[in-house]
């Protein structure tokens, strides 16, 4: 009923620059926290930037000063905006987002089903 789905993700050269987008669509009521998290081989998955319903945003010290995440509530639209990228920078990037599909439904948490992110020259 709810789907989240990311794009823009790709190859670039260390330096360059990304923007991934998210779109959420379905049944939705209203949208909570949205945010991005990643997922490198062999590692566990981790928050990169979240972003409230009222626009408050937190970034994860490993990518702060190179990332920005922001939302349009209108078309139910997650975005992040990196630069700078390095190669470990190199992941699975997950679109998350805390989503209601009624006015007496509480929020259930979706995800996207990634996108690559590769930085490599």
């Known amino acids: 009923q709810v789907q989240l789905v990311e794009s823009g993700g790709g190859l670039v050269q260390p330096g360059g620059s990304l923007r991934l987008s998210c779109a959420a669509s379905g049944r939705i009521f209203s949208i909570n926290d949205m945010g991005w998290f990643r997922q490198a081989p062999g590692k566990q998955r981790e928050l990169v930037a979240v972003v409230t319903s009222a626009g408050s945003t937190t970034v994860a010290d490993f990518v702060k000063g190179r990332c920005s995440i922001s939302r349009d509530n209108a078309k139910n639209t997650l975005f992040l905006e990196m630069n700078s990228l390095k190669p470990e920078d190199t992941a699975v990037y997950y679109c998350?987002?805390?989503?209601?599909?009624?006015?007496?439904?509480?929020?259930?948490?979706?995800w996207g089903q990634g996108t690559q992110v590769t930085v490599s020259s």
């Open positions: 998350n987002a805390g989503i209601s599909t009624g006015w007496n439904t509480g929020y259930a948490d979706y």
